[in-house]
C-alpha cells in the first residue's frame, strides 16, 4: 500500500527552499562564467559530487549496479546528462540565465510524447494534449520575440534560447531511459552517481578540448563552485528523494515548476537581465503547458530524477 501523502507545509517549505535554489544555480553559473566557464564548473561539482554520493553508498552499504547490469543503462542516463549541462553551460554564454531555466523545463513536455510512444500506461489524455499545444505555442511566441544582445547577454540569443530548449530535449529523454529501464527500481543514488561520475568526465573532455578549462580562483568562484558541489548537486537531490518517499511524486513534481519563475526574479534581481513582454507573453502558456500535462498524469514522475 502506498502510504506517501499529500503536501503539508513542512514540504510545501522544503519544496520552497528546493525551487529557489535550483533556480539560482543558472544564476550563479552565468555571474561566475567570466572567471570559470559554465561546462568547466559544472564538470568539477559534478566529480566533486560523486566522490560525497559515493561515500555515501558506501556508508549505506548500497549496490553500485555493476552486477545486474544497471551500469548500460546508467552510462546512458549519465551521458544524457551530461549532454544537457553542455547545452545549458553552451546556452548560457549566449543569452541570459532567465531564459535558460524556463526553456530547460520544457524537459516534461518531451517526456510526456516520448513515454506517450513506449508506454501503454502513460498514453497521453485531452488535457495534456491541450497542455503540449499551449506548451508549444508558447515557445513559438518566445523564439519569433525579438532577440536582442543586452549587457547581461551580448551573444546571439535565439542560439542560447535554442540550446536551452535543446538541454531541455536531453533532461526529457533521460526520464524517458529511467523510466523504460531497470533504473526505474534502483536506488536513487545510484541514478544519480551515475549522473555526476559521466557528466564529470564527458564535461571535463570537452573543456580541455574546447580551452574553457580556464579557472580565476577569486572567492566568488569558490563560493559558486561550494554552492554548486554541497548544496545543489548533494545536499538538495538528497532532501529532493527523502521528499519523494514520503510524499505524492505527482504533486512534488508540479511544485517544481516554480523554478522558472523564480530564475526569472534571481536573473532579473541578481543579473540585471531584462524581462521582455514578449517572452514573458511566450513564458505563461510554456509553463502553464507543463502543469496541464505534469499534473494530470497517471504515472507519477520516475523517483530516480531530481530537476536540474
Known sequence: MDTRKPLDSQAIGCMLVLCVLWAFQQVALKATAGDIAPIFLIALRSGAAAVLVG????????????????WRAGLV?????????????????????????????????????????????????????????????????????RHQPTA??????????LLG???????????????????????????????????????????????QAHFNPTPRVWAALAFHTLVVSFASFLVWFWLLRRYLASRLGVFSFMTPLFGIVLGAWLLDEPIEASFLVGAVPVLLGIVLVSGTRKVPPAPSLAPT
Do not use: K
Open 55 to 70: 561515500l555515501l553508498m558506501m556508508v549505506r552499504r548500497e549496490d553500485w549496479g555493476l552486477r545486474n547490469g544497471n
Open 77 to 145: 542516463v549519465g551521458s544524457l546528462f551530461a549532454l544537457e549541462f553542455l547545452l545549458v553551460g553552451e546556452g548560457l554564454r549566449h543569452t541570459s540565465a532567465s531564459h535558460i531555466v524556463v526553456f530547460l523545463y520544457t524537459a516534461p513536455i518531451f517526456a510526456a510524447l516520448g513515454l506517450h510512444w513506449r508506454l501503454p500506461a502513460e498514453r497521453l489524455g485531452p488535457v495534456q494534449w491541450l497542455g503540449i499545444a499551449l506548451a508549444f505555442g508558447g515557445l513559438s511566441i518566445a523564439f519569433f520575440a
Open 152 to 161: 547581461a547577454a551580448p551573444g546571439n540569443m535565439l542560439l542560447g534560447d
Open 165 to 211: 530548449l535543446m538541454g531541455g530535449m536531453a533532461w526529457g529523454a533521460t526520464t524517458m531511459v529511467v523510466r523504460c529501464s531497470r533504473l526505474s527500481s534502483a536506488p536513487a543514488t545510484q541514478t544519480l552517481l551515475y549522473q555526476l561520475v559521466c557528466a564529470c568526465v564527458l564535461l571535463l573532455v570537452v573543456a580541455l578540448s574546447t580551452g
